[in-house]
């Protein structure tokens, strides 16, 4: 991999660790309303797999999807915007932060429903082998949709016609407070793939370059016409669930909990949702930004002083679409309209040949 691949890939890693913290403090201040759900940790995952996908490929996200939108290209102050409810969102402010959507960029949207991605992926992928199109559906979810009907229904209608479909799963072992190994039987989720013939292979989620390869090897044989593969992504997630959840369902945090045991400073924990600190968060495992960044200038292809010039850049960024945002009017009943139909002639991006 060249070097200008590699700086973009930091890029954009560098990127989505600041702008979900943005949102973070955003919501913290009460500019963001609603459930928000941030990936801070997982961002190897998202910049390996979308960086290996060709411009033509679709991409069906989850409720935990705003880092995916801004490696796909969608503009952060449109994101931001979104996030804000705001009529400069992508969606027009009616999505939120769980709803992104960018017809452009053939972005299928975020979808707040645990295990609804499936189903929206085949269906794409069988519009795209029937068509006998060169492009590929690049399918995200976490580690607690697998046991949701939809998952298996999905994989069994892709594997029967041989669908061109890239399963992602994202397993950061949470499915919301619930270990996998107290909510999955099988807690390999890569080995439930072979039920269905289709080829699956398990990474490093935190090692963006791991990710990287075993996409593009997957998305090689989805070309091919081999159908669908499976990717395993082991990750973690440095937050809760969600803002509205402290995570102290999680090792690290009841580390703390049981060190202050004292039932008012509990109480307070709970009412403030405590996070981890910058420190408390080098204790849960290795990060996959500041891992990548040290690679990169270990072999040569960037330096520290360029490393830090990419930080303030993306810091810019981030500051200016939380500036946007909050500027952003409130979305209007004719601006619903707008929206609607705009969605509606999504259909012709999916039509049958003439």
């Given at each position: 991999?060249?070097?200008?691949?590699?700086?973009?890939?930091?890029?954009?890693?560098?990127?989505?660790?600041?702008?979900?913290?943005?949102?973070?403090?955003e919501?913290a201040?009460?500019?963001?309303?609603?459930?928000?759900?941030?990936?801070?940790?997982?961002?190897?995952?998202?910049?390996?797999?979308?960086?290996?996908?060709?411009?033509?490929?679709?991409?069906?996200?989850?409720?935990?999807?705003?880092?995916?939108?801004?490696?796909?290209?969608?503009?952060?102050?449109?994101?931001?915007?979104?996030?804000?409810?705001?009529k400069?969102?992508?969606?027009?402010?009616?999505g939120?932060?769980?709803?992104?959507?960018?017809?452009?960029?053939?972005?299928?949207?975020?979808?707040?429903?645990?295990?609804?991605?499936?189903?929206?992926?085949?269906?794409?992928?069988?519009?795209?082998?029937?068509?006998?199109?060169?492009?590929?559906?690049?399918?995200?979810?976490?580690?607690?949709?697998?046991?949701?009907?939809t998952?298996?229904?999905?994989?069994?209608?892709?594997?029967?016609?041989?669908?061109?479909?890239?399963?992602?799963?994202?397993?950061?072992?949470?499915?919301?407070?619930?270990?996998?190994?107290?909510?999955?039987a099988?807690?390999?989720?890569?080995?439930?793939?072979?039920?269905?013939?289709?080829?699956?292979?398990k990474?490093?989620?935190?090692?963006?370059?791991?990710?990287?390869?075993?996409?593009?090897?997957?998305?090689?044989?989805?070309?091919?016409?081999?159908?669908?593969?499976?990717?395993?992504?082991?990750?973690y997630?440095?937050?809760?669930?969600?803002?509205?959840?402290?995570?102290?369902?999680?090792?690290?945090?009841?580390?703390?909990?049981?060190v202050?045991?004292?039932?008012?400073?509990?109480?307070?924990?709970?009412?403030?949702?405590?996070?981890?600190?910058?420190e408390?968060?080098?204790?849960?495992?290795?990060?996959?930004?500041?891992?990548?960044?040290?690679?990169?200038c270990?072999?040569?292809?960037?330096?520290?002083?360029?490393?830090?010039?990419?930080?303030?850049?993306?810091?810019?960024?981030?500051?200016?679409?939380?500036?946007?945002?909050?500027q952003?009017?409130?979305?209007?009943?004719?601006?619903?309209?707008?929206?609607?139909?705009?969605?509606?002639?999504?259909?012709?991006?999916?039509?049958?040949?003439?």
């Open positions: 991999m060249d070097r200008s691949a590699m700086a973009a890939m930091l890029r954009d890693m560098l990127l989505a660790r600041a702008f979900e913290e943005q949102a973070a403090q919501y201040q009460g500019n963001v309303a609603g459930f928000l759900h941030l990936y801070p940790g997982e961002e190897a995952v998202a910049v390996g797999v979308l960086h290996a996908a060709e411009p033509g490929d679709y991409v069906v996200s989850t409720y935990r999807e705003h880092v995916h939108a801004i490696v796909r290209g969608v503009p952060p102050r449109q994101v931001m915007a979104e996030i804000f409810g705001k400069d969102g992508i969606s027009g402010g009616m939120g932060s769980m709803h992104l959507f960018d017809r452009e960029r053939r972005f299928l949207g975020g979808y707040a429903i645990v295990g609804e991605t499936f189903p929206i992926a085949v269906g794409a992928a069988y519009a795209v082998a029937y068509r006998r199109l060169p492009e590929a559906v690049i399918c995200f979810f976490g580690d607690g949709a697998v046991n949701q009907g998952f298996h229904e999905s994989l069994n209608m892709a594997a029967l016609w041989k669908l061109p479909v890239l399963f992602v799963c994202e397993n950061n072992h949470y499915q919301i407070g619930t270990e996998i190994h107290r909510h999955s099988v807690v390999e989720v890569h080995k439930r793939a072979c039920a269905y013939g289709i080829p699956a292979e990474v490093d989620g935190m090692d963006v370059l791991t990710v990287h390869g075993a996409t593009r090897r997957a998305l090689e044989r989805i070309r091919a016409g081999d159908g669908p593969q499976f990717l395993e992504c082991e990750t997630r440095y937050r809760g669930h969600s803002m509205a959840d402290p995570g102290s369902y999680r090792p690290a945090v009841e580390v703390n909990a049981f202050a045991n004292d039932p008012i400073a509990a109480a307070i924990r709970h009412a403030e949702a405590h996070y981890p600190s910058a408390e968060l080098q204790c849960v495992g290795p990060d996959c930004v500041h891992r990548f960044a040290e690679h990169c270990a072999e040569g292809h960037l330096d520290p002083a360029a490393v830090e010039r990419l930080r303030q850049e993306v810091g810019a960024i981030v500051q200016d679409a939380a500036a946007f945002a909050r952003s009017p409130a979305p209007d009943l004719a601006d619903v309209q707008a929206v609607f139909l705009r969605n509606r002639r999504f259909e012709t991006l999916m039509e049958e040949p003439q």
